[in-house]
């Protein structure tokens, strides 16, 4: 059973550009939820999708946007990079939307901003 | 912010048990103790969860106090791999997790 995959697992990339980066849900799971790890840091909660819509979003700018897909993977975007973006970028998966589940983390892409 | 505090960092043994506590105060009747850790740069994994019973599984048992105010997780027999960063999170309304420091959990030879 495969777990929850992200890609691309490194990425550099230079102020002002745009970055996409991918997640694959775990086997049996329909909600995506992206985190923000700085370095240091907890994660902090970006936003999540289910059922291809954004369902809740942290305190994070509309430079940081998403996308959910009918086979529940999902993408992070991100535009008009600062260098304050670096960090570990996570994705987790879980099922049932806001229902009370246990969600499960990716490895992860760390991103770095130059 | 985070509903728990835990200390930022404890040391234990191989082979000990370590115990690791976390306060929830502000916890809510149907809200859910999630326990994650996060080895060196790696995604956080899961643990263990509970409401208000205690809980073991392969990994950790989990201990929550009957007035639900603070818990413990513990690992009955630490070895190094278990060095990593825990993380105690109240379970909140819309499933959005919300991490704390969380404790450095050094575990000695």
């Known amino acids: 059973d495969a777990g929850v995959t992200q890609s691309p697992t490194h990425l550099i990339k230079t102020r002002g550009q745009q970055v996409t980066l991918r997640c694959s849900p775990k086997s049996g799971h329909d909600t995506v939820s992206w985190y923000q790890q700085a370095l240091g840091q907890g994660p902090q909660f970006i936003f999540q999708y289910y059922e291809e819509e954004e369902r809740q979003r942290g305190n994070f700018p509309d430079r940081f946007s998403g996308h959910q897909f009918p086979n529940y993977s999902s993408e992070l975007n991100v535009n008009a990079l600062l260098l304050g973006d670096s960090a570990l970028y996570l994705c987790?998966?879980?099922?049932?939307?806001?229902?009370?589940?246990?969600?499960?983390f990716g490895p992860g892409t760390r991103l770095l901003v130059l | 912010d985070a509903k728990t505090t835990q200390p930022p960092s404890m040391d234990c043994a191989e082979g000990r048990a370590a115990n690791l506590p976390c306060n929830h105060s502000t916890i809510s009747g149907n809200e859910y103790v999630y326990w994650y850790r996060q080895i060196h740069s790696q995604g956080p994994q899961y643990i263990i969860h509970?409401?208000?019973n205690n809980e073991t599984n392969e990994m950790a048992s989990l201990i929550i106090t009957e007035d639900r105010k603070s818990s413990t997780l513990i690992l009955p027999h630490a070895t190094l791999r278990d060095t990593a960063v825990y993380y105690c999170?109240?379970?909140?309304?819309?499933?959005?997790?919300?991490f704390g420091q969380g404790t450095e959990l050094s575990v000695k030879p």
């Open positions: 987790a998966s879980s099922s049932g939307g806001l229902r009370q589940e246990t969600q499960y």
């Open positions: 509970g409401l208000k």
């Open positions: 999170i109240v379970w909140e309304k819309g499933g959005k997790l919300i």
